[in-house]
């Protein structure tokens, strides 16, 4: 049992060492480009420039196999100490020596990354200038009585991180199809003073009049679509579900896709993030009132902020850890340390949580940490009274509180995890590898179908699925890592399963067998779909050279 226990773990730490060659080699390549690659012909800026970009996605692919044999190694570390007592003292020792190798080699494949970091920011902030500017056109058409427009009836009783993903779903279609989004926030009496929270979505056309006696869109997929021609339509939102239309998160104008591409390690979100950010521009008064937590609690910078939920969360996905959150945080300094060459630092972390006795046991079992906290949001946070003027006003400060953490860790199963990963889009730095998912992957619900491509054949040895299902539902996700494992060839669709992520494994439908089951995620890609919104090529185009 020793010996198949550190062979398990060599050979991980030998992928490890593959990965740091790999990195290496890129390394070398990428300067000597224009000089050495090419023999007996001119190498052209275009050409440069091309195989750049792809050093650059071969750069981030590594960075992003590296987190799953992280998670790999860190699985089945836990699972040898749980079911073998004697061997804790060695994986101990192996944990000892491999966290920090582990982080040093991410950190270096991300600053590989970053080469370029300043000029990236310059082309993400006039992308997301530009994403802004076609949305507000969109919403600020110069006629009113003219424009055509969308209601969005919001029917569903669910939190605020859940309420706000549907106005975004509306706000998705009516970008996409140029209409302006109506909303009527008074009419949410579950968070009182809603309507004062965000800003108007439109600045020439707010009149929702007869909003909620129009007629109901359906998509031309439908067996009973919407006159493209209608004035005024409503969107009625009560449960998840596709509405098979392109105007959906998970898809991306394809104008912006090969812009974006290059710079950003994930276009569907950054998109999403654009989307969401637009939806949930604060009024001044939120401005200021964040400012003033963030210096009555002593925010500053460096700072991790993480987002723990734990009255209602056994209702939505499986119990985290506490380590689950605090590792990557520790990991985050760590890797600050080395960059920055500093060795006295304060490491703050701030946590927004519903449940203030985590904050003690925070404090007790990790000294080495500066917790910081909004105490009334947390007072507030919980189920009797996060349906409150008070409760509105404490998850919405800590939403943008978390937003401004140099890194964020939560979970994604959560509204307000995705919410905080979506808003952080909206700056001038790929948030990407700054933020650290525990649980779920990224899901938008109301979503377009997300499919991956098998890139190699996978034919498991044991525990293959061998039964078709009609529907994904009949999947109980809780037991994720007992799932069988669907067999797949090279050009193979996957139908992806969210909910089903786990670090380095997913799940999801093969669409030529119908099975279902599970899969190593380094073995697909991810199939990017983009949909026809109104051009942005109105105005000046965007340098991407």
């Known amino acids: 049992m020793l010996t198949a226990s550190s062979r398990k773990v060599h050979l991980v730490s030998v992928a490890v060492i593959c990965v740091i060659i790999m990195c290496v080699v890129y390394n070398r390549r990428f300067p000597e480009t224009e000089t050495t690659i090419v023999v007996n012909k001119e190498y052209t800026h275009e050409e440069s420039l091309k195989h750049g970009l792809k050093v650059r996605s071969l750069i981030r692919s590594v960075i ?17 100490a749980e079911k073998n007592k004697d061997l804790v ?39 997301n200038r530009r994403a802004h500017q076609l949305i507000h056109q969109t919403q600020n058409q110069k006629d009113c009585r003219r424009a055509k427009k969308l209601f969005c009836n919001v029917e569903a009783k669910c939190g605020f991180g859940c309420l706000v993903h549907h106005y975004g779903i509306c706000l998705f279609l009516a ?22 929270v965000f800003m108007p979505l439109s600045e020439t056309c707010n009149n929702i009049t007869g909003g909620k006696e ?18 005024v339509v409503k969107v009625t939102l009560i449960g998840s579900r596709d509405r098979h239309t392109p105007f959906a998160p998970m898809t991306i104008p394809e104008e ?10 994930d276009p569907l979100v950054w998109w999403a993030g654009q989307v969401q950010s637009y939806l949930m521009r604060p009024k001044a008064w939120v401005t200021r009132e964040v400012q003033n937590i963030k210096q ?47 060795t006295n630092i304060t490491k703050l972390v701030y946590v927004a949580t519903d449940d203030l006795e985590y904050m003690d046991m925070l404090r007790n079992l990790y000294p080495e940490f500066t917790f910081i906290t909004n105490q009334q949001s947390t007072r507030h946070a919980d189920t009797s009274s996060r349906l409150s003027n008070d409760g509105l006003k404490g998850i919405v400060t800590d939403v943008h509180i978390l937003v401004e953490c140099d890194h964020f860790v939560g979970t994604f199963s959560s509204n307000v995890g995705r919410l905080v990963y979506e808003m952080k889009q909206q700056y001038d730095s790929d948030p990407t590898f700054s933020t650290t998912n ?11 179908v997300q499919l991956q491509k098998a890139i190699m054949d996978h034919k498991p040895s044991l525990g293959l699925c061998k039964q078709a299902l009609q529907d994904m539902r009949q999947i109980d996700l809780s037991k ?53 919104y109104p051009s942005f090529y109105r105005t000046r185009s965007i340098e991407v050279e």
């Open 214 to 231: 129009a007629p109901e869109w359906y998509s031309e997929k439908s067996s009973n679509p919407t006159p493209v021609d209608t004035e």
């Open 256 to 265: 912006f896709l090969p812009l974006v591409e290059p710079i950003h390690g």
């Open 64 to 80: 992003g196999k590296s987190f799953q044999l992280q998670q790999l190694l860190n699985h089945d570390m836990n699972k040898l």
């Open 438 to 448: 525990i649980d779920h992957a990224y899901r938008y619900w109301g979503q377009a």
């Open 296 to 342: 009555d609690i002593g925010f500053k910078h460096p700072i991790v902020g993480v987002h723990i939920r734990r009255t209602d969360k056994s209702n939505e996905a499986n119990f985290q850890r506490m380590e689950a959150y605090m590792d990557p945080v520790a990991n985050w300094y760590d890797k600050y340390v080395i960059n920055n060459d500093v």
């Open 480 to 532: 994720m890592e007992l799932m069988c494992e669907i067999e797949f060839k090279v050009g193979d669709i996957i139908e992806v399963s969210p909910e089903s992520y786990h670090g380095y494994r997913s799940a999801g439908k093969n669409v030529r067998t119908q099975i279902f089951g599970a899969y190593p995620l380094f073995k697909v890609k991810d199939i990017t779909k983009t949909a026809p």
């Open 89 to 127: 003292p060695r994986l101990v020792n192996w944990d000892r020596l491999l966290v920090p190798l582990e982080n040093s080699l991410i950190n270096e494949m991300t600053l590989l990354n970053n080469e370029d970091e300043e000029g990236d920011r310059y082309k993400l902030r006039e992308l």
């Open 175 to 196: 970008v996409g199809t140029n209409r302006v989004m109506q909303w009527d926030l008074k009419s949410i009496t579950d968070y009182p003073g809603l309507d004062e």
